[in-house]
T-cell receptor
Framework: NAGVTQTPKFQVLKTGQSMTLQCAQD?????MSWYRQDPGMGLRLIHY???????DQGEVPNGYNVSRSTTEDFPLRLLSAAPSQTSVYFC????????????????FGEGSRLTVL | AQSVSQHNHHVILSEAASLELGCNYS??????LFWYVQYPGQHLQLLLK??????LVKGIKGFEAEFIKSKFSFNLRKPSVQWSDTAEYFC??????????????FGQGTTLQVKP
């Protein structure tokens, strides 16, 4: 089972460049999200989606865009990269539990390490 | 705003020592609780979870956690750690309710270093 797949695993950008981090899941999960992980700050939610065509902002959305055209894919776009966006990015998906809604149990991709010079 | 606090940022133990990592959250409603582990260079993996029922939950690799609702706590324990437990541990909370969207709120993480 592939689970949650992220590409690329590593990327170096120059300030001002744009790029897209890809995320795909094959578990038919409705909920998908993007987090960034920085030392001493845990994981912070960037954007999330509760289903195809629906996205919303998380805790740190500035400088990032997302779209959700299919259940499987949830790409994260950096519009104009800045050194402050140097981080490790994780995509995650989650499922709905009958009678309880979304449980919050996340399945993570392997991460994408981004360096912005 | 709701938050999750992990009291220990960096813990160093010798093999066979007992472990307890603290986690407190600030939310008065129903919650789902999680501990995730991140081994060096790897992604986060679920260690254990609490949805309802017995407040003492057991996870993989001998870990357990106890949900104490009155203390808003979900501490992680292991009676005897191994060198392979060296990792970063994250507590996370899902706020269950009418507007539940499944978002997880993470603590800052605790780095555990186990000396052989």
């Amino acid at each position: 089972n592939a689970g949650v797949t992220q590409t690329p695993k590593f990327q170096v950008l120059k300030t001002g460049q744009s790029m897209t981090l890809q995320c795909a899941q094959d578990m038919n999960h409705e909920y998908m999200s993007w987090y960034r992980q920085d030392p001493g700050m845990g994981l912070r939610l960037i954007h999330y989606s509760v289903g195809a065509g629906i996205t919303d902002q998380g805790e740190v959305p500035n400088g990032y865009n997302v779209s959700r055209s299919t259940t499987e894919d949830f790409p994260l776009r950096l519009l104009s990269a800045a050194p402050s966006q140097t981080s490790v990015y994780f995509c995650a998906s989650s499922y709905y539990h009958p009678g309880q809604g979304n449980t919050g149990e996340l399945f993570f991709g392997e991460g994408s390490r981004l360096t912005v010079l | 705003a709701q938050s999750v606090s992990q009291h220990n940022h960096h813990v160093i133990l010798s093999e066979a020592a007992s472990l307890e990592l603290g986690c407190n959250y600030s939310y008065g409603g129903t919650v789902n609780l999680f501990w995730y582990v991140q081994y060096p260079g790897q992604h986060l993996q679920l260690l254990l979870k609490y949805f309802s029922g017995d407040p003492l939950v057991k996870g993989i690799k001998g870990f357990e956690a106890e949900f104490i609702k009155s203390k808003f706590s979900f501490n992680l324990r292991k009676p005897s750690v191994q060198w392979s437990d060296t990792a970063e541990y994250f507590c996370a909370v899902n706020l269950v309710g009418s507007s539940n969207t499944g978002k997880l709120i993470f603590g800052q993480g605790t780095t555990l270093q186990v000396k052989p």
